[in-house]
């Protein structure tokens, strides 16, 4: 008791760090209230030697694991060859790798045919220039985005983003959008898309005509709201006949996260653009893409531009985690994971049915909502307590969201899941029923 007395007292003085010398924007470090040191596929590790199960992955950047040993020994091997680094746009054998390998292995394999934009580090750059070619190609300027729609924290992803309060981070009024309502938002019945057809049918509607339409085919801090592939495919067809662009955000449902290397794989469409981002890189490393279809490409050089977007590191990590994909071997573990983690919530949603209102999610994005909000809190505060890393997302918080590397061991998962079963009975009856204690011995 004593020893983790003084590693709590030394924890609180470590923390007394970040409150005194870093920004009060910072988050996730006030739900995590301790120092990460080491991490190792789905495992943390912190200061005073304690362990976690990491069911966060750097919010969708680490879907092949921490330190991932396969990509890391090709970043050491370049670094000690002293590859390049920084190169702005300027070509290198690294970029070339990459470009080639991507084409081979993602585009070619899918019929998908898209030129390679390398905008800045992150998803919001990418989402910018995305709206910016469509607004180039268009000669339009408003753009169509959804109901709890998550695009990124710059002033234009921001302005598609429906989140009240990071809007609100603004300061000035957002504007160039239009949001309707997502696919489900109005029941199970209503047809969202009908809506916007009706409304770009109508000279009276008041709809400025868009430039595109953006969307994510699951919204990830949206709730887990998925879009169906009929849905998606109305929306499709909308757009062409409206000389609309389609641009799917796929910063965070990409790379595998849903089961397929992009999310949009099984409704059988295909955009006119696609944002990527979080794990293209890899290895957690900032890299980000914009793909376009080759008639759209109509750049001037120079036109979108950015220091750190020639990050060589990333092209080398990005390189070695698409192999991954040369087989169909990954995306068989992830259907298998994603069939554990859905029966393991159905399960809880059957149990705790006057507490959860359903599961949402599909591949290994998943989660449960609960009926009173803050319970999806409670019960991350309690996972952290007892090593599981996990968030929250939706609207009010009230999605309780699994995201574990896709390179999770399947006992890892197992073990993470049974401490999130431990975590909602001390939640809601305190007794463990004798299948989870049997489980759990």
Not at 245 to 274: A, H, Y
Request: glycine share 10%; hydrophobic share 40%.
């Amino acid at each position: 008791m004593t020893e983790l007395i003084k590693k709590n007292a030394q924890t609180k003085r470590s923390l007394n760090v970040f409150d005194r010398l870093e920004s009060e924007v910072r988050s996730y470090c006030r739900s995590f209230q301790t120092v990460f040191t080491k991490g190792s596929n789905a495992m943390l590790h912190d200061r005073n030697g304690k362990t976690y199960i990491d069911f966060f992955a750097g919010a969708g950047a680490l879907n092949y694991g921490h330190n991932n040993p396969h990509i890391r020994t090709k970043l050491i091997d370049y670094l000690l060859e002293d590859g390049i680094t920084h190169s702005l746009d300027m070509a290198t054998d690294a970029k070339e790798t990459f470009l080639l390998r991507f084409q081979e292995t993602i585009l070619k394999r899918r019929g998908l045919c898209y030129k390679v934009m390398f905008p800045g580090p992150t998803g919001t750059n990418s989402v910018e220039s995305a709206f910016k070619i469509a607004r180039k190609v268009t000669g339009r300027t408003n753009i169509v985005c959804f109901t709890n729609a998550f695009h990124g924290m710059s002033l234009g992803s921001l302005s598609a983003t429906g989140n009240a309060f990071k809007r609100g981070g603004a300061g000035l009024p957002l504007s160039g959008t239009t949001f309707l309502p997502y696919d489900g938002y109005l029941g199970p019945l209503v047809d969202t898309t009908a809506l916007l057809e009706k409304l770009l049918q109508d000279p009276g509607s008041g709809l400025d005509s868009p430039a595109a339409v953006i969307v994510e085919t699951l919204q990830g801090e949206g709730g887990l709201a998925a879009a169906s592939g009929k849905w998606l495919r109305s929306l499709e067809r909308i757009c062409r006949d409206n000389g609309i662009l389609l641009i799917i955000d796929d910063v965070q449902m990409g790379c595998g996260r849903t089961g397929t290397f992009f999310s949009f794989e099984s409704s059988g469409i295909q955009p006119d653009i696609v944002c990527l981002s979080k794990s293209i890189g890899g290895y957690g490393l900032p890299m980000a893409l914009t793909l376009i279809k080759p008639e759209h490409d109509i750049w001037k050089p120079g036109e979108h531009n950015g220091t750190f977007r020639g990050n060589n590191l990333a092209f080398i990590a990005a390189s070695e985690a698409l192999r991954y994909w040369d087989d169909d071997r990954l995306a068989k573990q992830i259907r298998n994971h994603a069939e554990v983690i859905r029966d393991f919530l159905s399960r809880m949603a059957s149990r705790y049915s006057d507490k959860i209102i359903e599961i949402r999610g599909k591949g290994m994005i998943q989660g449960l909502v609960f009926q009173q909000p803050e319970d999806a809190s409670r019960l991350c505060k309690l996972l952290f307590e007892r090593g599981v890393i996990m968030e929250t997302s939706g609207p009010h918080d009230e999605v309780a969201k699994l995201m574990p590397p896709l390179t999770i061991e399947a006992e890892m998962l197992q073990k993470g899941l049974q401490k999130m079963e431990s975590a909602l009975v001390d939640m809601y009856t305190g007794i463990m029923p004798k299948a989870a204690m049997q489980m759990k011995g």
